[in-house]
Every structure is written in structure tokens, then in C-alpha cells.
């Protein structure tokens, strides 16, 4: 039978919680003041404790506060009479399980009670997935999209044999793949760890400003004076340049880019000195380059200069026997974000998220992990928590979609359906495919998409 202390210091609500809580079978032990509830928690070990915010001495949130001292695990349920905004979300922040207002509505008080008592019963039939032994080197823990399949053991082998030296990487795969994250591991994991790590992202900039930011300029004040701007080539120094979305590089700026590579130099926009290049490059694209080589968007010279080594990211939908790992892994990176203490898997969890498509993979999975950490009232990830993106799975493949296809025609096949899904309203359409509007629309001219 469970224990539950009441503490309070009105007896009148002690004899009406004590009533209502023996009718249902409960066990009550009462406290009149915070300090002796903390008392009876330390000797009683209750099951969970119902505490007054407003009492002399000690008020519901200390007392809080000082229970998760004792045992972090025990559910708080808080009330008052006094109750507002501020005192409600200040209440949740500091650990409570639920808030409820005076006068209790005796449905919703037992509601709470068995939704606070089957939390603990759900935790203790679970063992924990992580323990102090899953943290590693700092960078690496945070960066490493975690598997066991074959090919993302083959990753991380050859990613042991590239960070040794500075061969330039080309990195494929769907959007949320974790492309960056590879490269960040490239980078940390190797020769350059102790140098700059500089990211550029390609499809977010005009030509001229991309030029700009890439090689860095020279201009001219208004006082007759030149001021330099150092590039993201330069501000790596010996270290590495993450070229993200390669793909969206003008072919006038591959032109200026292959000799650079071929060179092992550059100059600013508008300078004249020649800067030499000592940084590794690392670029990544959701686009299938060989393609826009034989359509002629994409230069072939930088194509084999750039793809020097070749990484090709699996989609999540591929590697879901991996979903037990990266859960545990995204648990780890986000109690820590989040101050949270989600430790342990409830029942169904792995297989609902290994039944669903995840065409946002690796991003979209910690995105819902996030949420649901966030909406967990104890140390259970569960599966009620989860929202997953139907906008994915509304309509099956068309039968015409052909098994064997392109990263190109997977993309625009995504971007389509999701348009359509949301009546072509781009801003819903960009929130859900987690890019910028000018990134949507430039897509939508490349494929030369049109509203049905």
C-alpha cells in the first residue's frame, strides 16, 4: 500500500486530503510544517508527498527544494491557495510534479495522485541507460551521432585515418544526417584539434557576399583609408574550413575556389597581397554533385578536388537498429542542456520511434527527444511524451518513386509532398523542413516546383 505524506498547516485540509486518499486505498501520514514533513521523509520514506505552499516557518518550495536533497526520485505535488502565474511556473521549474490549486476538485486531486504514484512505479521497473561511465572526451561526446551499424563503424574507421592528415573531405547525405557533426569530429579527432574550426554555409549567401566572407576583402572608408576584412579561408589558419551546401556555389566563385585548391593560395576581393592556404577543407551537400556535374552545374576539376576522400551519410530510416543508441546519446547531450534527469527508456518508446520514417533524421529525432524531455514530470523518457511529424507519413511513396534514386530526387520528392501537405504555406513548409525561406524558395526554382 502507498505512502503518502500530507503536509500542511491547516488541519481541515489534512482531514480532507486524508479522506479522500484512504477512500481510494492509500496510506496518510501528516505533517503541520515543512520542517517536520522533511522530517518524515527522512524517516518514513514516503511514496510521495502533498505539501502547502504558504506555511509559517518553511514555505512549499523550500520544502521542495530540500526534499529532492534527500531523494531526488520522490514526485512533490504542490498547492495553495494563493495561486498565479508566476508562483505556478516557478513551482515546475523548481521540481514539482504537479501545481494544484485550493479548493481541490477531488477528481483532479486523484487524477494527479495516481499520475504522480504511476511515475514511480514505471521508474522502478526500469533499469537506468545512463550511468556515469557514458560520458567521454568532452567534444566527442557532445558531436558523435552514435551507431553500430556496419557502415557507421566503417565511418568512424575511416575518420581514425583521415583526421591524421589534412586530405580534403567530401561529406553526403540527407538534410540531418549529422554532416557537420562529422565534420567537427574530422577536425577534433586529428591533427588540426588544436586549430580553428570555420564554418561557411553556401546557400544562405549571395555570390558577391560569399566571395566576401570566403576570401575576405579589401575596401576603401570614407576617409581614403583601406580596410581589410580577414575570409573564413584565412581565420582557419592551419586548421579547417566546413564548406556546407558546396552544391549551392556559383560556377563563376567554383572557378575562383579550384584555383585556390590547386594553388594553395588567394587573394581578398580587391587585395593584391597573396595569402597562402594552410587549412584543410571540408565540404558537405545534400545534393547528388555528380549529377549536377553531368547537368553542368557543378564544376568536374573541383568536384575530384573537393571529394578526395568521400564520407556518405545513411539516413536514419536505414540504421534504425542504431535508435536505441543515439536515444541514450540524446538523453546525455540534453539533461545536461536542459538540467533534467531523464535516465531511463520507457516501454514502447524504441519501437515507435524505429516505426517512423525520419525524413528530418539525426535533427529531427533530438528535437523529439528534446520535447519530450522537456514534458517529462520524472526520470522516464515515455512514449506519451513523443510527438512525432505525421506530415511524413500521410501519404505512402508514390509506386513511380523508383527504390534505387538520388539524394536530388529524394529531396525534391520531400519538399513537394511537404508543400503540398501544408497548402504551399512557405513559412510552415520552412518550419517543418527546418531551413531558411530563401533556402525553401531557391529549392523550389531548382526543381522548378509549381503549386497544383
Not at 509559517?56 to 520544502?63: I, Q, R
Not at 557502415?151 to 592528415?165: A, Y
Not at 542504431?322 to 539533461?335: A, E, G, T
Not at 534514386?405 to 513537394?416: A, M, N, P, T
Request: aromatic share 6%.
Amino acid at each position: 500500500m502507498e505512502k503518502i505524506l500530507i503536509i500542511d498547516d491547516e488541519q481541515l485540509y489534512r482531514t480532507m486530503l486524508k479522506h479522500t486518499l484512504v477512500k481510494e486505498g492509500y496510506t496518510t501520514i501528516e505533517a503541520e510544517n515543512g520542517e517536520s514533513g522533511l522530517a518524515l521523509v527522512a524517516s518514513e520514506h514516503p511514496d510521495l508527498v502533498l505539501t502547502d505552499f504558504r506555511m509559517p516557518g518553511m514555505d512549499g518550495l523550500e520544502v521542495l527544494s530540500e526534499i529532492h536533497k534527500i531523494d531526488p526520485r520522490l514526485p512533490v505535488v504542490l498547492f495553495t491557495a494563493f495561486g498565479d502565474v508566476a508562483l505556478t511556473i516557478r513551482s515546475i521549474q523548481v521540481g514539482a510534479f504537479d501545481f494544484l490549486e485550493k479548493p481541490f476538485n477531488p477528481l483532479q486531486l486523484k487524477i494527479t495522485v495516481h499520475n504522480a504514484l504511476n511515475s514511480v512505479r514505471l521508474s522502478n521497473s526500469l533499469n537506468e541507460v545512463l550511468t556515469n561511465g557514458v560520458s567521454g572526451e568532452a567534444m566527442l561526446e557532445e558531436n558523435i551521432p552514435m551507431g553500430k551499424t556496419l557502415q557507421m563503424k566503417e565511418i568512424f574507421k575511416n575518420i581514425g585515418r583521415i583526421s591524421l592528415n589534412k586530405v580534403n573531405v567530401l561529406i553526403q547525405g540527407e538534410t540531418g544526417t549529422g554532416k557537420e557533426l562529422i565534420a567537427r569530429l574530422i577536425h577534433f579527432a586529428g591533427v588540426t584539434r588544436h586549430s580553428p574550426f570555420v564554418i561557411l554555409n553556401c546557400s544562405t549567401l549571395s555570390e558577391s557576399l560569399l566571395e566576401s566572407e570566403l576570401f575576405g576583402q579589401v575596401k576603401e572608408s570614407f576617409t581614403g583609408t583601406f580596410i581589410e576584412k580577414k575570409g573564413k579561408l584565412e581565420l582557419a589558419g592551419d586548421g579547417s574550413i566546413f564548406l556546407s551546401e558546396v552544391s549551392d556555389i556559383s560556377l563563376n566563385t567554383q572557378v575562383k575556389l579550384l584555383r585556390v585548391i590547386q594553388d594553395l593560395e588567394f587573394e581578398k576581393v580587391d587585395g593584391q597581397e597573396t595569402i597562402p592556404l594552410k587549412a584543410r577543407i571540408i565540404a558537405s551537400t545534400t545534393r547528388d554533385l555528380e549529377t549536377l556535374v553531368k547537368e553542368g552545374k557543378f564544376r568536374e576539376d573541383l568536384y575530384y578536388r573537393l571529394k578526395v576522400f568521400t564520407i556518405s551519410l545513411p539516413p536514419l530510416r536505414e540504421r534504425k537498429e542504431d535508435m536505441r543508441d543515439l536515444v541514450i546519446h540524446f538523453l546525455h547531450k540534453l539533461n545536461k542542456r536542459m538540467n533534467k534527469n531523464v535516465i531511463k527508456i520507457g516501454d514502447g518508446v524504441i519501437e515507435l520511434l524505429q516505426a517512423h520514417d525520419w525524413f528530418g533524421n539525426l535533427r529531427e529525432l533530438e528535437n523529439a527527444i528534446l520535447q519530450a524531455i522537456v514534458m517529462s514530470k520524472s526520470d522516464v523518457l515515455e512514449k506519451d511524451n513523443i510527438t512525432l511529424n505525421k506530415l511524413q507519413t500521410t501519404h505512402s511513396e508514390p509506386d513511380n518513386l523508383p527504390q534505387l534514386r538520388s539524394l536530388s530526387d529524394v529531396e525534391k520528392y520531400h519538399i513537394e509532398r511537404i508543400l503540398n501537405e501544408v497548402k504551399w504555406n512557405k513559412v510552415e513548409a520552412s518550419r517543418v523542413l527546418e531551413i531558411t525561406r530563401p533556402t525553401l524558395n531557391a529549392k523550389i526554382e531548382k526543381y522548378g516546383l509549381v503549386r497544383n
